[in-house]
């Protein structure tokens, strides 16, 4: 699916809840707006511009289906192969999983080995290919995750978990 | 009110060890404005304690040098990062990145930190020379005006939307359905919390603003495995601007300046407003508007010099009215109040040696700050040279840190991780951020004013086109609002004529 297409309905999809949800709320109790109000015209305008985005999204593909696409040949192709290969999603969506593990562990187990486990795991995750000593890892990350824990709590007066 | 009081006041801090506290404010402020999920805000509530100590005027003052310390040090991670030191450092990402990227960061923290300098300055030198009356003008702002004016703002959008306005436009409204989540305003509705308590009082601002923008910008940084560094090598050589290029940007610089002043004085309004208006104006008036977003020092002069005027302008209504300009003159408030002061128009009558030294504490921040920041330029840019795996895990900790700080809720946590995906999702859209950020700022300030105002004028419209001041602000907006559209439609008309003349 075109991603124009996709992000369009998904934004319309939000703004028709958005509009359809507000009609739970009371319409005024005693100013002359009402809860009601901005939210539908938030959502009723989100509609309109996601449908626009959308109607422009296949209008422009159509026009571009007459025409041969731009990086289509040989070095397109290898060019677009290129860029792809530097970016690796799986690395972002590993680091996402590691910040949700810490947000579950931080009131479970505390701020320091929460904190350590994190920093650890994670600086070997966005090492990549290059190998890691597992002990100069963990020495960075338990100095880190102390210095946090000292200037937080201990400086700053920030009561930490 | 004359400037020899003022003079003398700054001669009593030149004392040493005053110079010492103040230096050590001025650091403080500038690295805890520094890292992302930490604010000025944060820096002066933090530091609070530590003034008990202290007479009024030295508690005070040192209050003030971690303000501007932490105003002016937001623009460090902004340019380095991409990520908002403070909010009112949102505009400065937009160019200042790019410049970085580009191998310019030493040249763009040089004249980020000039400009934010000259801001701080201009302010300092407004409010000593004009606070009553610019105190008067910020009050005939009623709600009418407040709602005319955050209409203008929100106009910025469509110059913030880059290519697509369209996208631009769905990025601020849902900023503006982010900001209407919580209790409504006016009548306490609970309005899209799903049943939750936590969202009774709606989204924190810092959560929202750091997720979206610090850490949806780590997880792309994560992508690129290859890249064992965030920034190429910097090019130090001429980082300062040389005489002739500063005369370039004295004109963009006072008028930004001015602009973080007005907007300052306005209670209720505070630097990210004033950096955002400023941006759009300097791109508008700008020879070359198209290199805005790619690197143009124009938008970090804007930025900084209107988001340091506001600290000289929210200081207006603070002492003159004793209402606070925003947030952080809300915290100096309370401090001036645990030292038995009043602040309003009994201050200047009976402490007027208390004024004068606030007076003068802005203007030794100002020098402070620009020294340490100028001097610390190489340690912040080499701070960078940390390996990427180092870094980014020690960046999202401190916005954990940061963002659990504010409330003391794991929720808040949370809240910058889910925003920090729909940041990243957004921008691999081509979806801009700055319009989001926009409207969560600005929407509960349109609402809330214009439901306000219709109670006051008994459900009429009428104030706001009869009101001189609202109706000003309400064509500026729609002006504001239609001309990208209108250039956008005769550049492609010009374009289509130039076609057919060709073929």
Same mark, same amino acid.
């Given at each position: ?6 992000f369009?309905?998904v934004?319309a ?6 509009v359809?949800?507000?009609?739970t709320?009371?319409? #005024? ?5 009402g809860?009601r109000v901005f939210?539908?015209v ?12 959308i109607?422009?999204d296949i209008?422009s593909?159509r026009?571009?289906a ?7 040949g040989e070095?397109g ?5 290129a860029q792809?290969g530097?970016? #690796?999603p799986?690395?972002?969506?590993l680091?996402?999983l590691?910040s ?7 009131p479970?187990i505390?701020f ?5 486990g ?23 990350a338990?100095?880190l995750?102390?210095?946090m ?5 201990k400086?700053l007066?920030?009561m930490?978990? | ?13 030149l004392?040493?060890d ?7 404010g001025?650091?403080a ?6 890292l992302?999920?930490l604010?000025?805000v ?9 003034t008990?100590?202290?007479s009024?005027e030295?508690g005070?003052a040192i209050?003030?040098?971690?303000y501007?310390g ?8 902004a ?6 030191g403070?909010p ?5 990402t937009?160019?200042?990145y790019?410049m970085?990227?580009?191998g310019r960061?030493?040249?763009a923290m ?5 400009? *934010? ?6 302010g300092?030198l ?10 008067r003008f910020?009050?005939?702002f009623?709600?009418f005006?407040y709602?005319a004016?955050?209409?203008l703002?929100l106009?910025?959008?469509? $110059?913030l ?6 996208k631009?436009?769905? *990025?601020?409204?849902l900023?503006?359905w ?6 409504d305003?006016v009548e ?10 936590e969202?009774?009082g709606?989204?924190?601002l810092?959560p929202?603003? +750091? ?8 997880? %792309? ?10 920034l ?5 050589r ?5 005489l002739r ?6 004109g963009?610089?006072?008028?930004s300046?001015?602009?973080g002043v007005?907007?300052?004085a306005?209670p ?6 004033a950096g955002?208006?400023?941006?759009d104006?300097a791109?508008?008036?700008?020879r070359h508007?198209e ?6 020092e124009?938008g970090? +002069? ?5 988001n ?5 302008g929210?200081?207006?209504?603070t002492l003159?009215?004793g ?11 309370a401090g001036?109040?645990i ?11 009976d402490?007027k040696?208390l004024?004068y030294s606030v ?5 030794i921040s100002a020098f402070?700050?620009?020294?340490v920041?100028l001097l610390?330029?190489?340690l912040?840019?080499?701070a960078?040279?940390?390996?990427k795996?180092?870094l980014?895990?020690?960046v999202?900790?401190?916005c954990?840190?940061? $963002?659990?700080a ?8 949370? +809240?910058l991780i889910?925003f ?9 859209g ?7 950020v926009l409207g969560v700022?600005?929407?509960p300030?349109a ?5 306000i105002?219709?109670?006051?004028s008994?459900? $009429?419209?009428?104030?706001l086109?009869?009101?001189?001041l609202?109706?000003a ?6 002006a504001s609002?239609?001309?990208p559209?209108? %250039?956008?439609?005769?550049?492609r008309?010009?374009?289509?004529r130039k ?5």
């Open positions: 699916m075109r991603s124009d297409t996709g369009g309905l934004f999809v939000l703004g028709l809840s958005i359809v949800s507000t009609f709320l009371p319409e #005024r109790l005693f100013d002359f707006v809860p939210p539908q938030i959502g009723t305008l989100m509609f309109v511009f996601a449908a626009a985005l109607v422009k209008r593909h026009l571009l007459g025409q041969p696409a731009y990086g289509s070095a192709k290898s060019e677009a192969a792809a530097e970016r #690796r799986a690395v972002a969506l680091l996402l590691l949700s593990a810490f947000a579950l562990a931080l479970r505390g320091f080995a929460s904190s350590l994190f920093l650890a795991v994670s600086m070997m995750v966005l090492r990549g290919p290059r190998p890691a000593r597992l002990a100069h890892v963990a020495t960075l338990v100095l995750a102390g210095a824990y000292l200037s937080f709590e400086l007066g920030v930490l978990p | 009110m004359s400037a020899g009081p003022v003079a003398e006041a700054i001669q009593v801090f004392a040493p005053l110079l010492l506290w103040l230096l050590v001025a650091a402020g500038i690295l805890i404005g520094a992302p999920g604010t000025a944060m820096a002066i509530t933090i530091l609070l304690p530590f008990f100590t202290q009024a030295r005070l209050l003030i040098s971690v501007t932490g105003m002016s040090g937001g623009l460090i991670s340019i380095l990062l991409r990520m908002p403070t009112s450092s949102i505009a400065t937009f160019d200042g790019p970085a990227q580009q960061a030493a040249r040089g004249v980020g930190i000039l400009a *934010s300098f000259f801001g701080t300055v201009v300092a407004l409010l000593t020379l004009a606070a009553p009356p610019l105190a910020a009050l005939s009623g709600s005006e709602f004016l955050s209409l703002a106009s910025v959008m469509v $110059s939307s880059g290519k697509s306005v369209l631009g436009l769905l *990025s601020g409204l900023g503006l982010i900001a209407s989540i919580g209790s305003p306490a509705v609970p309005r899209f919390t799903l049943g939750l308590t969202l009774q709606g989204l924190a810092l929202v603003l +750091v997720g979206v923008f610090a850490v949806s910008q780590v997880l %792309r940084e994560s992508e690129h495995v290859n890249k064992a560094y965030l190429p090598p910097t090019n130090y001429g980082f300062l601007p040389s290029e500063l005369r370039a940007h004295v963009n610089a006072i008028r300046a001015l602009i007005y907007v300052g306005l209720g309004t505070g630097g990210d407003v955002l208006l400023a941006y104006w791109r508008r008036r700008s508007p290199r805005f977003g790619q690197g143009a124009e970090v +002069v804007a930025s900084e010099s209107a340091n005027g506001v600290i000289g929210a200081l207006i209504p003159t009215l209402i606070p300009g925003n947030a952080a003159t809300a915290i100096l408030l001036l109040t030292h038995g002061l009043n602040p309003g128009p009994f201050l200047f009558r402490h040696e004024v007076f003068a504490a802005v203007f402070l700050v620009l020294v920041q610390g330029i190489r912040f840019v080499g960078l040279q940390f390996p795996h180092v980014l895990p020690v999202l900790m401190f954990f840190l940061g $963002s659990f504010l409330n003391n809720r794991i929720f808040d946590i949370w +809240v889910v920090g995906v729909l940041g990243y999702v957004l921008e691999r081509g979806f801009p951020l700055g319009p989001l700022i600005l929407g300030i609402e809330n004013h214009l439901r105002g219709l109670m006051t008994m459900g $009429s419209f009428t104030p086109f009869a009101r001189p609202s109706l602000i309400l064509v500026l907006a729609v609002f239609l001309s559209l209108v %250039r956008e439609w005769q550049q008309r010009a374009a289509c076609g057919a003349a060709l073929a």
